[in-house]
């Protein structure tokens, strides 16, 4: 059987904050960039989910995409949407929120749901703006 | 002298929240809907600014447009990008932080500096997300 | 007060054909090129809704975007997305599927609903593909 | 001889239904959704072409990117643009017209005549909506 | 009869340089930045080109959309395409190759033409790069 | 420790020509197309630049993103933003400025320097049009 990738996008606008508790703000700012601004910035992320599965030779697509995109709104967006990261993500809690967090933190969160609508995770991709994204394949 | 419209964009990412200090979460909520939650949200805001003018005949342009791009940095992008709109930013305080009031306030922050420079201002468009803008024309 | 401009962004994916059912396939072929294909094609339109008013002083915004987008998608995406747009859309009956008739027509079912929440239709955008888009302010 | 891979885009908008004959309405609904409508929808359809190849030395390039684009469009575009997927395309005859299936068809038309002009067939990318992609490499 | 605005996007990639031969390379600098380099730079420009019209109650639309595709690229895209504006075209010959005077020559270029197919030029916009655009209205 | 790859998106606008010495105009645009105008064209590239590491446990990134960027700037920006690929960049020297030829010089440009900074280089990707772009891996 053929093999594809599916990839979904869904969208979240959040807030967050690079620093660490620890350091002075000159040391987060040396760390962080602007990033470590002290009341929030936040950016509109584009997030891509990719699966990767056989084609069902009955129903010719690897998975049903409505199914991939509730699991990714349930899980994810429904958590992030509108929301801060640092503050209100259960699934970051303890961790900087970069966006190479976040990709690992969401693959965590979709891997084995995505598994029980029938779809191997492959790849989570962040776009934070248009100049900056993270790819994370789950190694 | 044909006239021309020239059109500058620049971008931030800030957080911002829309609520009333005097009303409840839920009148919040009712009102401006996730945009009241509490922790702040943000995003990639894209700022299109428009001025109009005379070809200068012996230039071939209306403005030079470095000069314009100067404006719209100096004044008002070192101000919002990477910043919190209701907190840290002089010319939105005590406003609520939406686009049509930040389309407003950007609007009197580049009137008169555009003018120094020879541009005159015809339109401040704010693209808050992929699916929401909004447009002044100083009326 | 001022007045801004808003604009919401709403998507439909459709089918449709322009030919005139008494003319040959030639004639249509001639006056309006593949889009006569017999077997239908389709698009991924987009849709630009504007819509003009005051700057309400209390909330700081035009109207409610929720709103706005509300009646936007019940009364045109819920009857154009995944649909037919020569058979299936009763605003269309009897009228070419053309991108400036769908303009009118979808000025039409919007501009009393919105009036209703408090908006004023100022332009309906429909942009058929990357290359094509038509622009229709109810004159 | 340093290997590199190149991509071109071309476009196709198109009509197509995802259904079984042997199911009611229902059942396709359950497992097709919207895309099920009787009476055809339509995408702007995004097609990306991967090859891959050694830089020829003398003339800096893969392969005449003029000569891809002239089979891509040869092969599928000119049969699938302003065409019916399910009823028009002689490739996808007998097949679901899924995006999966429609990028092993078109890995299918390509691989023989891009290995003609000197190509070698990397990645068939399906963009359907500006929210959904397939992928497929050959495997 | 309802009057809509039609427009139609086409792209072309040239290369240019803005200065005054009478200038040292000094001056020019100052006045145009480093688009007054002396070996030339280039861009990947996109053109709008808005025409404006009833719509005939017939066919349903302004114009013929194939037509005012066809004489955008007869008279201007095959002359700018993979050209040098201030060297090969003769509709910028003697002037600064600005996108405001690019704009203003396209308009002159087009509006007769246009008009002999049945469509009345309404406004030709001109982006240079993804934070710049010009845009005229033939005033 | 999870291992991320991280893209950075520059921008640069420069001019170039596709062409043989030693060949003639007719056989120049045999090979390249409208390409080898000698005139020159140019485009509005976008580079992407994709690293690959470990996430940094204490950091929570890969590799801090301004000193990406920097680096990108300082050894490729500057040296084709506003320019001639053919005439001024030093790293093309001697070579046909095909878009996969750049592709490899600017990873040979970037290599070390990235390193330094502790950014393993993983991709280079260029985005000529919007229709074509090359990627290299370094194989």
Redesign the interface.
């Known amino acids: 059987m053929?093999?594809?990738?599916?990839?979904?996008?869904?969208?979240f606008?959040?807030?967050?904050r690079?620093y660490?508790p620890e350091f002075s703000d000159e040391e987060n700012f040396r760390?962080?960039?602007?990033?470590s601004?002290p009341?929030?910035?936040?950016?509109?992320y584009e997030l891509f989910v990719?699966v990767k599965g056989e084609?069902n030779q009955d129903?010719?697509?690897?998975v049903?995409?409505?199914l991939v995109s509730q699991v990714i709104r349930d899980r994810v967006i429904s958590k992030l949407?509108?929301?801060?990261v640092n503050?209100?993500v259960d699934f970051m809690r303890g961790?900087?929120?970069?966006?190479?967090?976040l990709?690992?933190a969401i693959w965590k969160e979709l891997e084995q749901p995505l598994l029980e609508v029938g779809a191997q995770l492959h790849r989570v991709k962040i776009k934070e703006?248009?100049?900056?994204?993270?790819?994370?394949?789950g190694?």
Chains 1, 2, 3, 4, 5, 6 share one sequence.
């Open positions: 053929p093999i594809a990738y599916l990839t979904r996008r869904e969208r606008s959040a807030a967050h690079l660490k760390l962080f960039g602007q990033c601004h009341n929030w910035h936040g950016h509109n990719t084609i129903l010719g697509y690897v049903n995409l409505k949407d509108h929301k801060n503050i209100d961790m900087l929120a970069t966006t190479e967090n990709a690992i703006t248009e100049n900056n994204f993270v790819e994370y394949y190694e």
